[in-house]
């Protein structure tokens, strides 16, 4: 894709599966990318030609200025941002305060720092911010309050930082995955893609989980120069989820771990 050789990327959870994806997809196309993530055995395990890591914490602004300025050093400009980091803690009716803002603290606020700590450069080398909303944003889902909520929140955010970066020649949009072989089936299953795959099926008209490379296809074609005149939207790389609903009114995650 046109217009994302030589450039710089920052990864918030690039350390994850979908972010590790994301990586792999940017160097293919030439982009250096910093990850940044919480898990730093697996974040230095990335590093390589074209590739740094610095560990960091969202919730906290220092290591967010950190994370910006180990980024300058290393390779002297920034032209993206993807925003894979999330929190899946969610108790449901259950959820406390301090579980709510934990929540939108990692999965809301901690990008709205980043970003304002970037914008200078990413208007500067006119740039662009890739989201990560979900599936679950648009259904309601028995049992899960803080993730969804949380999700729509960051579509919503993406309009609104679409719409007030857009004088600055920055673009921002929003993938929004289905069920993806991801770090969270990874750990319900036991490692059983099979059975994440029979369990997703109902759910999604091609009738699988989605592949992380095929998120991040899309990731790579919202910072290409392809996705010039796309700005404000939402890819969902969803199998077909949300075009089929609706959610069906009982629990469908603990079937992926019985």
């Given at each position: 894709?046109?217009?994302?050789?030589?450039?710089?990327?920052?990864?918030?959870?690039?350390?994850?599966?979908?972010?590790?994806?994301?990586?792999?997809?940017?160097?293919?196309?030439?982009?250096?990318?910093?990850?940044?993530?919480?898990?730093?055995?697996?974040?230095a395990a990335m590093a390589g030609e074209g590739v740094a890591f610095r560990a960091c914490d969202l919730r906290d602004d220092a290591q967010i200025d950190a994370l910006v300025a180990a980024t300058m050093e290393s390779f002297g400009r920034i032209d993206f941002v993807v925003n894979v980091a999330c929190s899946y803690l969610d108790n449901g009716a259950d959820s406390t305060r301090a579980e709510w803002l934990e929540s939108f603290d990692v999965n809301v606020v901690g990008s709205v720092i980043l970003m304002q700590k970037v914008r200078a450069e990413l208007a500067k080398n006119r740039g662009a911010i890739v989201n990560f909303g979900s599936i679950s944003s648009r259904v309601a889902q028995t049992g899960r309050w803080l993730y969804p909520v949380s999700k729509a929140a960051i579509l919503q955010l993406t309009r609104n930082q679409a719409m007030d970066l857009a004088p600055d020649g920055i673009r921002v949009n929003a993938v929004s995955p289905g069920w993806t072989w991801s770090n969270i089936m990874d750990e319900l299953t036991g490692g059983d893609r099979a059975k994440t795959d029979r369990v997703a099926a109902p759910f999604h008209l091609l009738g699988r989980t989605g592949n992380p490379d095929e998120v991040a296809a899309a990731v790579l074609f919202l910072c290409s120069d392809e996705a010039a005149f796309i700005t404000g939207t939402d890819i969902r790389v969803d199998g077909g989820y949300t075009a089929m609903g609706p959610e069906r009114a009982e629990p469908a995650i603990p079937l992926l771990m019985e």
């Open positions: 894709m046109r217009g994302l050789d030589g450039k710089v990327a920052i990864v918030p959870g690039g350390a994850t599966k979908i972010g590790q994806a994301v990586v792999a997809a940017f160097r293919a196309a030439g982009v250096r990318v910093m990850v940044a993530d919480i898990n730093a055995e697996a974040g």
